[in-house]
């Protein structure tokens, strides 16, 4: 790269839709607005696509095959404190957004920006800026005011009222067997709910579920 390049972003792109990073690719790339220097499809391609490649942004998808992007950009928030982290997703629900922030994430996007507005964010976030869609930025101030307690149905708005419940006392450690108690349901109902509580909040596994609750302020004690 010459020395008139250095200025352009480096970009990592870490989304599983081939077609989608392709379209990606050629919006960032206009005019050398940025080059993309690599890409990944799973969390776990992650680290080595950091070390090998050395870009300056990671514009990074939510929902991944392996692991939520928010736990990828908790891990490269620790490993790569200095690397700007971009959330580019379908999940616009205030809970993703709070929870990407407090991962480390420098800006939130929701897919269906325009190309000039994605390499805006990105060049943003790459000279150490943060930057928020219009509709994100909307109720941003808000979200982020008052108390860290809030209930799991205003965060989490693709919850149904129960799931919701039942992924706050998922937050406070409580096992099926004692939701079941709690909510005075059979133990298989609740197993559904917390099947459906996964799929809604892109999560695998109960301690991911627990740490995205958590994250957002559910299970802490009053």
Do not use: C, W
């Not at 077609?19 to 690599?38: M, S, T, Y």
């Not at 514009?59 to 690397?83: C, F, K, N, W, Y």
């Not at 869609?133 to 209930?151: K, N, V």
Request: proline share 4%; aromatic share 2%.
């Amino acid at each position: 790269m010459s020395e008139q390049d250095r200025s352009v972003p480096r970009v990592l792109i870490v989304d599983d839709h081939p077609l989608f990073r392709a379209g990606l690719k050629a919006a960032l790339e206009i005019a050398h607005g940025a080059v993309v220097v690599a890409e990944a499809e799973t969390v776990g391609e992650v680290p080595d696509a950091v070390a090998q490649h050395r870009p300056d942004v990671v514009v990074m998808d939510l929902s991944l095959p392996d692991a939520s992007g928010i736990e990828a950009t908790r891990q490269l928030a620790e490993l790569h404190p200095g690397l700007p982290v971009l959330m580019l997703t379908m999940s616009d629900d205030d809970g993703s957004l709070l929870a990407a922030l407090q991962a480390g994430a420098r800006g939130y996007l929701v897919k269906g920006a325009g190309a000039d507005e994605v390499q805006h964010a990105v060049r943003t976030v790459a000279a150490g800026g943060a930057v928020f869609g219009s509709d994100i930025a909307a109720h941003l101030t808000e979200l982020l005011s008052g108390s860290r307690r809030r209930d799991a149905e205003m965060l989490f708005p693709s919850l149904t009222s129960r799931e919701s419940e039942v992924l706050e006392l998922i937050a406070r450690g409580l096992d099926n067997r004692h939701i079941a108690r709690e909510l005075v349901l059979s133990e298989k109902t609740v197993r559904n709910h917390v099947t459906h509580v996964f799929e809604k909040l892109q999560v695998t596994s109960r301690a991911e579920a627990v740490a995205r609750a958590r994250d957002v302020g559910l299970g802490d004690d009053d």
